[in-house]
């Protein structure tokens, strides 16, 4: 009797640790995500060619990389790790600024401020689709030469 309870007890244990590692793995930000330029609005223009995006989100961090094809054919690389603690992070890559802050909304939702000398230059406010298959993120700011960007980029997942 005390062997069996003692192997139900361990079952359960290890169901609910299975669970917990599933649901940390499952968050829906993470994955590799591809530019979908048919749903992409750019603001000024031009648009990207082409971004493949991987994003590991955990309960405290979020890790970016991003590579791609700007408008005008240039190679692009963005690469940051931040906590959602409201602190700055260095970011290399991004156009607006050299630092960044994040912060989680919800589970869906997370927000990224681009900032040069402490300045908040850019906002990037990623949704990712209630199945999990679409991530937009809006850009809202001015770009690196002043001017105002609202652009709405659209990823498909793979």
């Known amino acids: 009797m005390q062997l069996k309870r003692?192997?139900?007890v361990c079952a359960v244990l290890c169901a609910a640790f299975a669970l917990s590692v599933a649901a940390k793995a499952a968050d829906p930000?993470?994955?590799k995500w591809k530019f979908n330029a048919a749903k992409s609005v750019y603001n000024p223009g031009p648009a990207a060619k082409s971004i493949?995006?991987?994003v590991w989100a955990e309960e405290k961090s979020?890790?970016?990389h991003s590579e791609g094809i700007d408008g005008e054919g240039k190679p692009t690389k963005v690469d940051f790790t931040a906590n959602f603690d409201g602190k700055d992070y260095p970011a290399t890559?991004?156009?607006a600024g050299d630092m960044?802050?994040?912060e989680r909304v919800d589970s869906n939702t997370l927000r990224?401020?681009?900032k040069k000398g402490g300045q908040t230059l850019m906002t990037v406010t990623s949704v990712v689709s209630a199945d999990g298959k679409l991530r937009t993120s809006t850009f809202e700011g001015?770009?690196?030469?002043g001017h105002d960007v609202k652009n709405v980029v659209v990823y498909d997942k793979e």
């Not at 001015?142 to 030469?145: C, T």
């Open 93 to 95: 890559g991004i156009a």
């Open 52 to 54: 493949t995006l991987m």
């Open 62 to 64: 979020v890790k970016i």
């Open 112 to 114: 990224v401020s681009m």
């Open 142 to 145: 001015k770009d690196a030469e």
């Open 100 to 102: 960044v802050s994040v």
């Open 29 to 31: 930000q993470t994955g």
């Open 6 to 8: 003692g192997v139900i």
